[in-house]
């Protein structure tokens, strides 16, 4: 029974992260996307600040999710 509750929180872990690890790549395109009609400097240097705390948040879940999975099982990401 241990084993059972622990792989169903360690599943329920892994599609919590993926959530997240979506979320913050669609995050990321829509700063892309905004940027791209955007002519005032200052917001321009907003949302690149805002595009790095968030690239460096997505690092931090996509090793979170890795660390849940099995030694042998190992994820390549795409550049973000």
């Known amino acids: 029974m241990k084993s059972a509750l622990k792989s169903a929180l360690t599943a329920a872990r892994r599609a919590f992260l993926r ?3 979506r979320s913050l790549e669609i995050h990321l395109d829509g700063i892309d996307a905004a940027l791209e009609g955007v002519r005032d400097s200052l917001a321009i240097e907003r949302a690149r600040v805002a595009q790095a705390i968030a690239r460096r948040e997505l690092a ?3 090793s979170e999710y890795v660390a849940t999975l099995p030694p042998w099982r190992r994820v390549i990401w ?3």
Do not use: G, L, M, N
């Open 19 to 21: 959530f997240q690890i």
């Open 78 to 80: 795409s550049a973000a």
């Open 60 to 62: 931090r879940v996509r």
